[in-house]
């Protein structure tokens, strides 16, 4: 094989290779496109029909929650995990705060910033059924909690590469990644024999 014919493969190979990551990161296939003629649908009103538009916006997002978030700031007040070995901050925070901003099933999903160069505050639309976690979290995975400082023997720092902490917090993007369904439910990797959860926990 030539220099040429080499050149023209490993360009192939890393087109493919592309294409396959914006497959799986395309959120169109996706509950979280929840434009009218999206999987979901569930925040659709009038003219407000695009998939970014839900969570992002190209201008005066609000840069302390996510990149060009688009979302109001939430007022929910939630009821945290707690136990004898672990605590969660007494305010849901970080990366969180913007999965919860649908997911307390008491903010619309319509609460948005911009909205084609307008603040839009009309047709409240919210989240149901399993999506909707509620503002009672001490029956879901703690979040806001560290890794290395839990005071439980059995977690550990995580060492797939698929699993993140932010500020050595676990948070929900810990093990979610919002973009890519891949592994349902939008989780960052296989959780074949609980591999995911495995990473963290020594039991």
């Known amino acids: 094989m030539n220099k040429v014919s080499k ?5 192939g190979v890393v087109m493919l290779i592309m294409t396959g990551m914006a497959v799986a990161s395309d959120i169109s296939n996706t509950k979280h496109n929840l434009r009218s003629t999206g999987i979901n649908s569930a925040g659709t009103v009038g003219s407000l029909d695009e998939v970014c538009i839900y969570c992002h916006t190209p201008h005066g997002g609000n840069q302390a929650i996510a990149p060009l978030w ?3 700031p939430g007022t929910t007040t939630f009821q945290v995990y707690t136990s004898a070995t672990m ?7 970080g990366t969180s705060v913007a999965c919860m901003s649908c997911h307390d099933g008491v903010t619309s999903v319509n609460n948005l910033i911009n909205v084609q160069g307008v603040n839009y505050t009309t047709g409240n639309t919210y989240l149901t059924g399993i999506a909707a976690l509620g503002t009672d979290l001490r ?3 703690p979040i806001g909690v560290s890794v290395t400082t839990s005071g439980d023997p059995d977690i550990k720092a995580p060492t797939l590469t698929e699993v993140r902490v932010f ?4 948070e929900c993007a810990s093990c979610h990644n919002v973009h890519d369904n891949t592994n349902t439910p939008f989780l960052r990797g296989s959780n074949a024999g609980s591999r995911l959860c495995l990473d963290c926990h020594s039991k």
């Open 167 to 170: 500020s050595n917090l676990v």
């Open 7 to 11: 050149v023209v493969l490993l360009v």
């Open 139 to 141: 029956n879901d995975h």
């Open 70 to 72: 688009n979302r109001l």
């Open 87 to 93: 605590t969660q901050t007494a305010a849901v925070s």
